[in-house]
């Protein structure tokens, strides 16, 4: 079975640009989370939806990222405009459920760095 | 204030020694969750286990066992006859049982283990 899926793996673009990252996460799951690390803060969470509804947004940074889910096999991340302080990896996650019942299971990530 | 502390940042041993990561939660629910994710140098965070909040039994599985101390707070990590390929970042992670919080996951620092041919 495949794992999470991110896209794209390395992105490098330059302050003021718009970036977005993809997440597929493993069919049949109903819980996704987007996470970012950082040597700084470590693994901070971002957001997280249940069913394709965001159920806890308090960790996004401020108004410049947004993440959406239009349907159970899709996930975005944008950032819009990128800042050189948004350089991290950003791991999405999935789980079959809302309760900690369930383990995470994480894709790749996605190393983004903003110049 | 953190819910996981992982007081070692970094451990060296060499192969075949023993080791011990720790970690300590802290929560105020009845019922959560632990959990133990291995990074290795390649990044990806891998799923060891979940333990559950009435389920103090240790469990052992292969040259990994887990030591699940409710009294203390405390789920520490065992490798046995530690071996090169073991060498990673651990995280331990908590899930509370209920509330606006459920379902996400608080993770510690990490520990940096090295393990030395």
């Known amino acids: 079975d495949a794992g999470v899926i991110q896209s794209p793996r390395h992105e490098v673009t330059e302050m003021g640009q718009e970036v977005t990252l993809r997440c597929k996460p493993i069919?049949?799951?109903?819980?996704l989370f987007w996470y970012r690390q950082t040597m700084m803060r470590g693994l901070e969470l971002l957001i997280y939806f249940n069913n394709n509804v965001p159920i806890d947004d308090s960790g996004m940074p401020e108004d410049r990222f947004s993440a959406k889910m239009p349907n159970a096999s899709f996930s975005t991340l944008k950032i819009q405009p990128s800042e050189p302080r948004d350089s991290a990896v950003y791991f999405c996650a999935s789980s079959e459920g809302d309760r900690g019942t369930y383990e995470q299971y994480f894709g790749p990530g996605t190393r983004l760095t903003v110049t | 204030a953190q819910k996981v502390t992982q007081a070692q940042t970094e451990i060296s041993v060499v192969e075949k020694e023993d080791v011990t990561l720790d970690c300590v939660y802290e929560?105020?629910?009845?019922?959560?969750?632990l959990f133990w994710y291995k990074q290795p140098p390649s990044g990806e965070l891998v799923f060891l286990i979940r333990r559950n909040s009435f389920d103090e039994q240790n469990e052992i599985s292969g040259r990994y066992s887990w030591n699940f101390q409710k009294s203390t707070s405390s789920f520490n990590f065992t490798i046995t006859a530690s071996q090169v390929v073991d060498s990673a970042v651990y995280f331990c992670a908590l899930s509370e049982g209920g509330g606006s919080t459920l379902g996400r996951l608080y993770f510690g620092r990490g520990t940096q283990l090295t393990v030395w041919p």
């Open positions: 069919s049949g799951h109903n819980s």
């Open positions: 929560t105020r629910d009845t019922t959560y969750y």
